[in-house]
Structures are given as C-alpha cells and as structure tokens.
C-alpha cells in the first residue's frame, strides 16, 4: 500500500463554490473592463487577480499564504482601478468597472472571522487606490492624477464604503451563525450535566427513593391510613399502551384493567387527569358485590406517569372528602415516581448500550482472532507429514478445545444480545434462550410457561431474564445435567421463575460458578424478590425468584417445602 505524505493529506481540500464564485467575479469585471476601455491588454489585471487568487482558493486556511493572496488581489484591484480609468472613455468613472471584485478577498476574511485583516484590506486598498490614481493620469494640467478627479474619487469612496458594509454585513452573518451553532442542543454535553445533576440529588435522597416499586409501596401505605382499600395497586404505563402493577396490596391477588382504550374508571383517570370513582371493581375478574372503585392519576406537571387504584367491599367508600386527602397525598408522590421512573429508564438505557458494545467488541475483537487461530491450526494439521501422528493427536485436542472456546462466545453473544420484546414477552424470551443454549449443550429441555396478558415492569423482566439466563448457563457449563426444566408463572404483580437440572447438584459444581449465585442474589434483591437455592430430588439443583408478596406465592412455598419435608 503506498504511503501518502502526511503534508499533503492534511491540506484541506478547495471548496468548490469558492472557486466558482471567483470565476464568475473575474469573467464580470473583465467584461466590464472590455466594455469600458475596448482594449485587451487591460485583461492583463485580470490574469493578475486570477494569479493572485490561486492561494486562497488551493490553500483557503493557510496562515500565510491565503491572506498573502488576498493583499495581493487588492492591491493589484487599486492599481487596476487607475490604469482602467485611464484607458477609459468615461475617465474617473471607469474606475468602477474593476472594483466590485473587492467583495471577493473582504467576504472571505469576514467568514472566516479575521475582522482585523478585512480592516487591514480596506486599509491597503484605499492607499492603493491613493497611489495608482496619482501615478496614473498625472499631466501638468492634472498634478494630482486621477485623484484630482471627482468622477475618480466618487467611484472609489462608493465602493470602498460597500466593502466596508459587506465586511460588516459578513462578519455579523458569521457571529449568528456561530451563535445559532453553540445554542443548537448537544446530546451528550446536555446529557452529562443532566446525569451530574441526577446523581448529586440521588446522593441526598433518603433511602432507596430512587426505586419505583419502594415509592409505591409507601405510597399505598399512606393512603390506606386516610383511605380505605381492600384492595390498591400503583400502576405506570409501559411500552405498547398498556399499564404495569409496580406495587399492589390486600387480600387477593387483582387481575386489573391494564388497557388505556377500556371503558373503565382506569381509562378515564388517565385520559382525563382527574380522579374518577366507580361502583364497580376495575378488575376483569371480580366476582362480583358491593364495590367501590376510585382510581386518581399521578401527573407531573402535565404529564400522567401513573395512576393509584382504591377499592373498598362497600358502596359509597369515597366521598369527595376522601377523595381530596389522597390527592393531597398523590400529588407529591407523583413528581417522586417520575424522577424514580426516568432513572429507572436511564439505567436500563446505559445497561443495554453496554452490553450490545460489549457484544460488539467480543464478535469483531476475540471472536474473529479464535476463528483465524483454528483456521490456522487446520493448515498445519493439513500440512503434517504421515508419521506425525503425536503431533496430530496435540493439534486434534488444540483444535477441539478452541471449537469450544468459540461456542462459548457465540452463547455469551447471544446472551449479551438476548432482550425481552415489549410484544413477546418475558416467557418467549426466556423459552428461545433455553432452547438455544440447550442445543448447543446437548440437553433436553422442558418449557412450562404460563403468563398473562398483563406485563410486569421493564426493569423487573430483564432483571428475572438475566437471573434465568445465568441459572440456565450454570447448567449447562457445571452441572453436568441431562435435562433442563425452566417454569415461568407471571400474573403481575406476581412472578416466579424455576431453572432445575438432574445435574450432580450445588455441592459439586466449579467454584467459578459460584460467582455467578452472587450476581443473581444481586438482581433478585434489586427487584424485591427472594432467590431460592435447593437441590432437586432425587438429583441436580433448583434455582427459583420469586417477586410479589401474594398469598398465591406462599402456597407454592409451603407446597415446595411440604414435598421437600416428605
């Protein structure tokens, strides 16, 4: 590959409406000077100024060469103006047939902001002007040249005063533009202010403030001391129109009416921001009886981040005074559950980015470089003479182990890409990882999902997902297992998930992989759930999260230790 200098690559490269403008400029004044004088040896000024423009058009952002070029264009401009108004017909006047080209040198230096240069033109254009009309046109009758003639002198204080205006008109343009320019939004400057500032507040903030699901639930313990509530839920808005349960209490577990297009109390509080109260539950599952409904959306300045749902066994629970003290509750909590919402977003934003580059950089770093590495050991198991066979056998075994190394890469890839889709949902998501790491594993996998149609919060799915997916991965790798078995019960705001193995258990697994128990009591702790290690009879291991504190998870607990117990 040949080399090129790194003088020449750096210089930039000619714009080509500058140099158009030029052309056009020097063909104008030279059909002026033509028109005016009818003689062609006066186009001499006009191969002058093309000569004299050729730095500022090769080199426009030369610190040298580019205004060396144009004091060279004006002064060749003053001397030219006398000799046209010589040559002349009208005298003086024929001044004004070379002089607009003072526009070209003055509009560059104004764009490029040297306002002391374009002062300095109009300083050196003026004594040129000064110097060529006294040289040129100087008789005994006329001592002063050109300059004792007014035609002379008002051609050329017309037009030095036009420069002068364009030089300012052009200098102003230019400090807009770069006003405009530094007002224009930058992303990740606003970003990084933004992000600065959240964290100096998160750091004064009391407690875990910052955790939507935390902030719910003291919310809807507070309204049950002003309020009755059988049954209250705080719901947001996640992706594809539909609500989520970020926190929910009393005696059952509630099948509440996650659509905004509904003909509900729900759908109306949203729509409406106002509180809406019902005599019937907003359930799509109620059995029926006395109920009340009252359900008072959590804005924001004018924006509806969620809604807090009150139902009470009884007719008339809510009144317009009780109404009014849990919106006198509701409304500061709203602003809380936004600014715990946005971080919530904010941090699944950057934890998504990160792993899509990290998955990036291991397919086109590590990935790539373990290819050619068994590409390379198949040349050289090619190329071995037939008596080699211990050699052969070493290169064999190399070459299994790197086919491994890259199978594990190509799961970590897919586990770093693996995302549940606001459309298929948490158990597709888990259902397409079991299989595929399964495959790849040699083992039998066993699906038993079970999810509803409502949806638990972004953040809870990917933490549940990822806790799936490491307890899939340690089954794989350490266990040793035949089977896999993966349960999936989601019934927001209820969740459990299972990954069990016939593997020769916990006690007897790597030690790495402990590890990986840690990092999934991390995730589960960070969505209020409980993890849950046990062994599996009559062998492997279960690994179960449970979130959401409902009746319904008790019993699956006391049935999972009543057979432990048997």
């Known amino acids: 590959m040949r080399q090129v200098p790194a003088s020449t690559s750096a210089l930039p490269r000619p714009h080509p409406l500058a140099a158009a403008a030029r052309v056009v400029m020097l063909a104008l004044v030279a059909i002026l000077t033509l028109i005016t004088t009818g003689d062609l040896d006066q186009l001499i000024w006009i191969a002058l100024l093309a000569v004299a423009g050729i730095p500022a058009v090769l080199a426009p952002h030369h610190r040298v060469l580019a205004p060396l070029g144009r004091f060279a264009e004006v002064v060749i401009v003053g001397f030219a103006a006398s000799q046209v108004a010589d040559e002349a017909s009208l005298g003086g006047m024929g001044a004004a047939a070379i002089l607009p080209y003072l526009s070209v040198p003055l509009t560059v230096a104004a764009l490029q902001r040297r306002s002391h240069e374009g002062v300095a033109l109009l300083a050196v254009t003026t ?23 007014l035609g002379y002198l008002a051609v050329s204080v ?26 224009r939004p930058q992303p990740y400057a606003e970003a990084t202010r933004l992000l600065t500032q959240l964290r100096s507040v998160a750091r004064q903030l009391p407690g875990a403030t910052l955790d ?14 002003v309020a009755r509530a059988d049954r209250a839920a705080v719901l947001s808005v996640s992706g594809g129109g539909r609500l989520v349960v970020l926190a929910q209490v009393g005696v059952d577990r509630v099948d509440w009416e996650t659509t905004l297009d509904a003909d509900s109390a729900i759908a109306d509080a949203w729509a409406s921001q106002q509180p809406q109260t019902a005599p019937r539950s907003q359930s799509r599952s109620h059995s029926g009886g006395e109920v009340s409904a009252l359900v008072v959306p959590l804005v924001a300045g004018v924006r ?27 409304r500061p909590a709203a602003l809380r559950l936004e600014a715990a919402l946005l971080f919530d977003e904010v941090r699944s934003l950057a934890t998504n980015e990160e792993r899509q580059r990290l998955a990036r950089e291991i397919h086109d770093g590590v990935a790539q470089e373990l290819v050619m590495v068994g590409y390379g050991i198949d040349n050289a198991m090619a190329t071995l003479p037939d008596d080699a066979e211990e050699t052969a056998g070493e290169l064999r075994t190399l070459r299994g182990e790197v086919t491994r190394v890259i199978t594990e890469l190509r799961l970590s890839l897919f586990e770093l890409r693996s995302e549940v889709d606001r459309h298929g949902g948490l158990a597709a998501a888990m259902a397409e990882y079991a299989r595929t790491v399964g495959a790849s594993g040699g083992l039998r996998v066993h699906l038993s999902l079970d999810e509803s149609t409502a949806r638990l919060p972004a953040a809870t799915e990917a933490e549940l997902l990822r806790i799936a997916q490491e307890a899939i991965t340690n089954a ?8 896999l078995w993966v349960t999936c019960a989601v019934d927001p705001p209820f969740a459990q998930i299972e990954v069990s193995d016939d593997g020769q258990g916990i006690a007897d697994q790597r030690p790495d992989g402990r590890y990986g128990l840690a990092i999934m009591a991390e995730r589960a702790e960070r969505i209020r759930g409980r993890l849950e290690i046990r062994p599996r009879h009559p062998s492997g291991t279960t690994v179960a999260v449970v979130v959401g504190t409902t009746p319904r998870r008790d019993n699956v607990r006391d049935s999972v230790t009543a057979s432990e117990g048997e």
């Open 127 to 149: 004594a040129s002007l000064a110097v060529g009309g006294f040289l040129n046109g100087n008789t005994a009758d006329e001592p002063l040249g050109h300059l004792g003639e």
């Open 476 to 483: 794989r790798k350490h266990a040793g297992a035949s089977n």
């Open 158 to 183: 017309q037009w030095l005063v036009l420069a002068a205006l364009g030089l300012y008109a052009a200098g102003t343009l230019q400090r807009i533009w770069q006003a405009r320019g530094e007002s």
């Open 304 to 330: 509806t981040v969620g809604l807090v749902t009150l139902e009470a066994d009884a007719t008339n629970a809510y009144p317009a005074p009780v109404v009014t003290r849990v919106t006198a509750l509701t």
């Open 212 to 225: 939507p699901g935390s902030i719910s639930e003291h919310l809807l313990e507070e309204l049950r001391v």
